[in-house]
């Protein structure tokens, strides 16, 4: 009784956790770029009082052996880079990767980070950066007379300008890809770093190399689908209660027992 308590605290414990990430999930529904997680479970060590296979008094083998379990543990939070929808904004320096990819901006500690938000800005000396002031890498510079920005879907960075008949190239955008994305580290913001896990950046020319392309004009959104995780809530609630209902029972089960010297 007293290990059916403990093994149904670890489901309650599994679950709370559960929620937490399929809450982070729905706070995330609205925010640009964003990939869902999910959490992924292990069950514990087992108490072995008999192995598959022993032999049984008469001399026969039993077929089954006797193992209980410990319960369940958290083993991983898994991120999932699909796709997320296309939001059309018309704004000429919103871009979005339609594929596999990641821009490339710099931190201001002088370090990388990977981000699928596209949503871009100029700052005051004309560079490209991210909402956070972030420039992109490698940095882009758009003339300060330039009347039409057209960010072709490899990248290619052109601007029309006043007594130009034809556009100029002024940049080129570069994304990079992983080989395990999963394994990328989360820094808030939208911003992923690189790990062991992850494998070093593979950098390239949209388009090429298994890359995504560019698409300008338009914003990736969440991947985030409410009515899944509205689903995974519901059970993730039924498997706690679940769980206290084996404690209050087990509860019961030991005060019975106590109450026998009486």
């Not at 059916?4 to 529904?29: C, E, R």
């Not at 699928?116 to 490698?138: A, C, K, T, W």
């Not at 992850?198 to 995504?212: D, K, Y």
């Amino acid at each position: 009784m007293l290990r059916s308590l403990y093994t149904a605290a670890t489901g309650m414990g599994a679950m709370q956790k559960n929620i937490s990430v399929i809450s982070n999930n729905l706070a995330n529904v609205n925010t640009l770029g964003f990939k869902r997680s999910r959490a992924e479970f292990q069950d514990l060590l087992y108490q072995t009082e008999r192995m598959p296979g022993t032999k049984a008094p008469g001399g026969t083998q039993v077929p089954t052996g006797i193992q209980i379990g410990m319960g369940t543990k958290l083993a991983a939070v898994s991120k999932l880079h699909t796709q997320g929808d296309f939001e059309q904004t018309g704004n000429e320096l919103d871009l979005s990767i339609e594929g596999k990819g990641f821009f490339q901006v710099l931190q201001a500690d002088g370090s990388i980070g990977y981000t699928r938000v596209g949503s871009f800005r100029l700052d005051s000396s004309g560079q490209l950066v991210s909402s956070d002031g972030e420039p992109l890498d490698p940095s882009i510079i758009i003339p300060q007379d330039a009347m039409v920005i057209s960010i072709a879907k490899n990248g290619e960075i052109s601007v029309t300008q006043p007594g130009s008949p034809l556009p100029n190239v002024v940049g080129q955008i570069e994304l990079v890809n992983f080989v395990n994305p999963a394994g990328l580290n989360s820094e808030g913001g939208g911003i992923y770093k690189e790990t062991e896990a992850s494998g070093t950046p593979m950098v390239g020319i949209p388009g090429e190399s298994e890359l995504g392309t560019i698409m300008q004009g338009f914003v990736e959104s969440s991947n985030v689908n409410v009515v899944e995780e509205l689903t995974n809530m519901i059970l993730a609630q039924r498997a706690y209660e679940l769980n206290s209902k084996g404690i209050t029972t087990s509860d019961e089960m030991l005060q019975t027992a106590t109450n026998l010297k009486r």
